[in-house]
């Protein structure tokens, strides 16, 4: 037996055109796909009516969203946006997803004919996923600081309390395609370096709420992103953070020095690394009982000194020991 494909190639060589398409009238009687509406806020009915659908606990954040005036917010910041999808329903509609679960946009042709999650978006009809998957790449990179001050601003002003204590750590969003200015960087997932956007994070310990965030870094910018954190945050607030946690290998003892002067107070979580003594990056010995034990480092040796192995042998003899065996060994 010959197989279709087969068959096809057979006709081919022989000078056979294909068939030509058959018309919907002419094709069996059978279901077929649903083809959703486009998108179009000029076409949102708000008529009185009863809504059947899944996402209905995403209405409870409109409250909030209103408050923040989040549309205008979006404006000012130069986000894109047209006609039919104006900026603040595009966002609506990629933070619906976030929202309801941990759905990507790509997983929204599922839910296209949902006409809860159109309503919460502002629209007709929810966005397809080759819209969600575009808009990202059409936000200009200077919209996104912007967007951070003013989402600061504006929930402060709601009455959002600031944090005192925040867990600060790099991540690393992989690239998969062949850019050759994306560095390569650790992912710690895969324990590799591959090419990847690194990104910086500054999370609220006791809500879990990310405050300041940066994607656009590069290896030799890393090193000073703790000091621009702070910066951000006492020219938002008026004074400094009152706590950081961060892994030792984060910055530079440099770095840390400068932080001491202003006095910031440090919770350093470090490794034990047997080169690491030598090198510019904190020693993963030294103050390490502080770090382990949640101690706050107010004061950190000296950048020069830090470097040296007799001071360094003198700090681990002061430092208490530390049972690094884990409950149950």
């Not at 018309?23 to 806020?41: F, G, I, K, W």
């Not at 502002?122 to 200077?142: D, H, M, Q, W």
């Not at 440099?254 to 006095?263: F, P, S, V």
């Given at each position: 037996?010959?197989?279709?494909?087969?068959?096809?190639?057979?006709?081919k060589q022989e000078g056979f055109a294909k068939l030509p398409r058959r018309a919907d009238d002419e094709r069996p009687n059978q279901p077929r796909p649903v083809a959703a509406e486009v998108a179009d806020v000029r076409?949102?009915?708000?008529?009185?009516?009863?809504?059947?659908?899944?996402?209905?606990?995403?209405?409870?954040?409109?409250?909030?969203?209103?408050?923040?005036?989040?549309?205008?917010?979006?404006?000012?910041?130069?986000?894109?946006?047209?006609?039919?999808?104006?900026?603040?329903?595009?966002?609506?509609?990629?933070?619906?997803?976030?929202?309801?679960?941990?759905?990507?946009?790509?997983?929204?042709?599922?839910?296209?004919?949902?006409?809860?999650?159109?309503?919460?978006?502002?629209?007709?009809?929810?966005?397809?996923?080759?819209?969600?998957?575009?808009?990202?790449?059409?936000?200009?990179?200077?919209?996104?600081?912007?967007?951070?001050?003013?989402?600061?601003?504006?929930?402060?002003?709601?009455?959002?309390?600031?944090?005192?204590?925040?867990?600060?750590?790099?991540?690393?969003?992989?690239?998969?395609?062949?850019?050759?200015?994306?560095?390569?960087?650790?992912?710690?997932?895969?324990?590799?370096?591959?090419?990847?956007?690194?990104?910086?994070?500054?999370?609220?310990?006791?809500?879990?709420?990310?405050?300041?965030?940066?994607?656009?870094?590069?290896?030799?910018?890393?090193?000073?992103?703790?000091?621009?954190?702070?910066?951000?945050?006492?020219?938002?607030?008026?004074?400094?953070?009152?706590?950081?946690?961060?892994?030792?290998?984060?910055?530079?003892?440099?770095?840390?020095?400068?932080?001491?002067?202003?006095?910031?107070?440090?919770?350093?979580?470090?490794?034990?690394?047997?080169?690491?003594?030598?090198?510019?990056?904190?020693?993963?010995?030294?103050?390490?009982?502080?770090?382990?034990?949640?101690?706050?480092?107010?004061?950190?040796?000296?950048?020069a000194g830090a470097r040296s192995p007799d001071q360094a042998d003198g700090l681990r003899q002061a430092a208490p020991s530390v049972d690094r065996r884990g409950p149950g060994a």
């Amino acid at each position: 037996m010959l197989s279709p494909a087969a068959v096809a190639a057979i006709l081919k060589q022989e000078g056979f055109a294909k068939l030509p398409r058959r018309a919907d009238d002419e094709r069996p009687n059978q279901p077929r796909p649903v083809a959703a509406e486009v998108a179009d806020v000029r076409q949102l009915d708000l008529t009185p009516r009863v809504v059947h659908t899944k996402f209905g606990g995403l209405f409870l954040f409109l409250p909030d969203l209103v408050a923040t005036g989040l549309d205008a917010v979006l404006a000012r910041c130069g986000f894109p946006g047209s006609e039919m999808v104006p900026a603040g329903c595009a966002l609506r509609s990629l933070l619906a997803l976030k929202l309801f679960g941990n759905a990507r946009h790509r997983h929204v042709m599922g839910y296209v004919l949902d006409e809860g999650l159109a309503l919460f978006a502002g629209l007709n009809a929810i966005p397809k996923r080759s819209f969600l998957t575009e808009y990202s790449c059409r936000v200009p990179p200077s919209c996104y600081p912007r967007l951070m001050r003013r989402w600061f601003d504006t929930v402060s002003r709601l009455g959002l309390r600031w944090g005192t204590s925040f867990d600060l750590d790099f991540h690393t969003i992989p690239f998969h395609g062949e850019d050759a200015l994306v560095e390569k960087h650790y992912v710690s997932k895969r324990s590799r370096s591959q090419k990847g956007v690194l990104a910086f994070l500054a999370q609220d310990a006791e809500t879990r709420v990310f405050c300041y965030a940066n994607a656009e870094l590069r290896k030799d910018q890393r090193d000073d992103e703790i000091l621009r954190f702070v910066d951000y945050w006492k020219r938002r607030t008026g004074r400094l953070p009152e706590e950081l946690i961060f892994d030792g290998t984060l910055t530079t003892y440099a770095r840390l020095n400068e932080l001491n002067r202003m006095g910031a107070q440090l919770i350093t979580l470090r490794r034990r690394t047997p080169k690491a003594a030598g090198g510019d990056r904190p020693d993963p010995d030294v103050g390490v009982a502080a770090g382990r034990t949640g101690e706050r480092l107010s004061r950190l040796p000296d950048a020069a000194g830090a470097r040296s192995p007799d001071q360094a042998d003198g700090l681990r003899q002061a430092a208490p020991s530390v049972d690094r065996r884990g409950p149950g060994a």
